[in-house]
């Protein structure tokens, strides 16, 4: 290429105006279209499922005396798996703890071809609790029977 100073006039002219637009055009921002931004989509919120409100416990009847003549599957419903089953000649003992607390022996003899509750003893240990003692520790069997069931 050749020098610019050795360019006729006209064309060193026409490369300077050439040059200058160039450097105009770059400077001079373009209007590119732009997608318009689309509107997120909007989905509509599931139904939420009718909840009932939840029923406050049934109270717990903690009287001992319901023990008897309980079959043995009633008495599992009501107190959960014995923790121990014995023989002892026609009786069955089943026995049902709740930790060190306390524990309920409940005697079942058959009875026209079904084991009932004939018998109780709601105890700590070897002592035997008195009535106050004996419905708290029922209804904590009734409970925990209730959880593990």
């Not at 079959?71 to 419903?77: F, G, H, I, N, Q």
């Not at 022996?105 to 002592?127: C, N, P, Q, W």
Request: with cysteine.
């Amino acid at each position: 290429m050749m020098p610019t100073a050795h360019l006729p006039g006209h064309w060193h002219r026409a490369i300077v105006a050439t040059a200058v637009l160039v450097l105009v055009g770059a400077c001079t921002s373009h209007d590119i279209p732009v997608a318009a931004p689309s509107a997120p989509a909007v989905t509509q919120p599931k139904p939420l499922a009718k909840v009932r409100p939840a029923l406050p416990p049934r109270p717990i009847n903690d009287d001992p005396s319901r023990l008897i003549g309980l079959d043995a599957a009633a008495l599992v419903k009501l107190l959960g798996n014995p923790v121990r089953v014995r023989r002892d000649g026609t009786a069955e003992i089943q026995q049902f703890r709740v930790g060190d607390l306390c524990q309920i022996d409940a005697f079942l003899y058959r009875d026209t071809g079904v084991s009932r509750v004939t018998h109780y003893e709601i105890r700590h240990d070897l002592d035997r609790l008195d009535a106050t003692a004996a419905r708290q520790c029922l209804r904590t069997v009734i409970e925990n029977g209730r959880i593990t069931s």
